[in-house]
C-alpha cells in the first residue's frame, strides 16, 4: 500500500511539474507574439511618422539648404517640364543650421498664406458645429420614433453617405447655382451642414441607449426637449466629440468643393493653395504645410479619449 501510494504520489508530481512547463512555454509563446507585434506596429509607426517629421524639421532648414538637398526633385526645364531625376535625393532629418526665415515669410512677410488659413477656418468651423447640431437633432428623431418611412429615409442617409463625394459634386453645383450660391461661402456650408456621416454616426449610438432609460425619465416627467438635452447629450458626449474630430478632419482637407463651388481664388482654402506653391518655394510648402497640419494635431491629441470612447462604448449609463 504504501509503494502503491508513492507511485501516485509521484506521478502527480509528474503532472504538475508538465503543467507548470507546458504553462511555461505558452507564457514565452506569448511573450513572444507581444515582443513581435510591437516590433511590427512600431515599424509602421516609424513608416508613418516619417513624411510629417521630415516636414516639421525641413521647415526649419534655409533655403539654400533645402535646394541643394531636394533641389532635383522640383527642377524643371526652360519649357516648364519637369526634369527626369538621376541623382540620389538627400532625405535629410536634422537641417545643418536651424532657421525660422521661412516662418518669418509666412507669418510676417506674405499675408496671402495666412490669409488662406483662415479661410480654411471659416469655411469649416461652421460646417463642424452647425452638422454636429443638426446630426444630433436628426439622430434623436429617428432614435426615438421608429416607423417604415424613418426606417427609409435613415436608408437613404446610409446610401448617401456611401456614395463618393465626386458623385454628387455636379448636383451640389447645380442646386447652388439655382440658389445664386456659386462662389459664395454658402456652397461648401450647405452640403457640408446636412451631410449625412454624423447623422449615421450619432444615430447608430443613441441606439444603443437603453429605451429604458428614457422610459424612466418620461415617468419622472420629462419632456423630449428635456430627454434630448439632459439624458442623449450627456451620453453621447463621446460619440459627438468621435464626429466633430473626423469631420473636422475631412473638410479640413477638401480640395473638389472649392476648387468647382469657388471660381474667386481669393476664397479658396490653404488646403487648395498648398498645391499651387511654385518650385521656387520650396522651403516655404515645408513651412505652410507644418502650419497646416497643426490644428489637425492639436484637435486629434485633444479628443484622442474622446475619439476611443466614442468608438468603444456600447450606450447606457456608465458607473
Not at 516662418?103 to 488659413?117: A, G, H
Request: charged content about 15%; aromatic content about 12%; glycine content about 6%.
Amino acid at each position: 500500500m504504501r509503494k502503491k501510494a508513492v507511485d501516485v504520489s509521484g506521478q502527480e508530481d509528474k503532472r504538475i511539474l508538465l503543467d507548470r512547463q507546458a504553462a511555461l512555454r505558452r507564457k514565452r509563446l506569448h511573450t513572444v507574439r507581444i515582443a513581435l507585434a510591437t516590433l511590427v506596429a512600431a515599424a509602421f509607426a516609424i513608416l508613418f511618422l516619417m513624411p510629417i517629421v521630415l516636414t516639421i524639421t525641413n521647415s526649419f532648414m534655409a533655403a539654400s539648404e533645402i535646394s541643394s538637398n531636394y533641389g532635383k526633385i522640383f527642377a524643371t526645364d526652360a519649357n516648364g517640364g519637369k526634369v527626369y531625376i538621376a541623382e540620389r535625393v538627400n532625405l535629410k532629418f536634422i537641417p545643418d543650421m536651424v532657421s525660422f526665415s521661412q516662418y518669418n515669410t509666412v507669418l510676417f512677410k506674405s499675408p496671402e498664406y495666412l490669409l488662406k488659413f483662415w479661410n480654411s477656418v471659416i469655411l469649416v468651423g461652421p460646417i463642424v458645429v452647425f452638422q454636429l447640431i443638426v446630426a444630433s437633432l436628426a439622430s434623436y428623431g429617428f432614435t426615438r420614433y421608429r416607423g417604415r418611412i424613418r426606417e427609409m429615409i435613415f436608408f437613404m442617409y446610409i446610401i448617401l453617405m456611401l456614395m463618393p463625394y465626386q458623385v454628387t459634386l455636379v448636383p451640389n453645383y447645380l442646386v447652388s447655382d439655382w440658389l445664386n450660391l456659386l462662389d459664395t461661402n454658402w456652397a461648401i456650408w450647405l452640403p457640408g451642414i446636412v451631410s449625412p456621416f454624423a447623422v449615421f454616426l450619432l444615430t447608430k449610438f443613441m441606439r444603443r441607449i437603453p429605451e429604458s432609460v428614457m422610459e424612466a425619465a418620461q415617468i419622472d416627467g420629462a419632456g423630449e426637449w428635456q430627454i434630448y438635452r439632459r439624458i442623449c447629450m450627456p451620453l453621447c458626449k463621446g460619440a459627438i466629440c468621435s464626429a466633430a474630430i473626423l469631420v473636422f478632419i475631412d473638410y479640413w482637407n477638401m480640395v473638389e468643393q472649392p476648387l468647382i463651388l469657388l471660381t474667386d481664388a481669393e476664397s479658396h482654402p490653404l488646403s487648395v493653395f498648398l498645391s499651387k506653391i511654385n518650385a521656387g518655394e520650396i522651403g516655404l510648402a515645408f513651412a505652410v504645410a507644418t502650419i497646416y497640419m497643426v490644428p489637425s494635431l492639436l484637435i486629434f491629441l485633444y479628443g484622442e479619449e474622446y475619439l476611443v470612447d466614442g468608438i468603444t462604448y456600447q450606450g447606457g449609463i456608465k458607473g
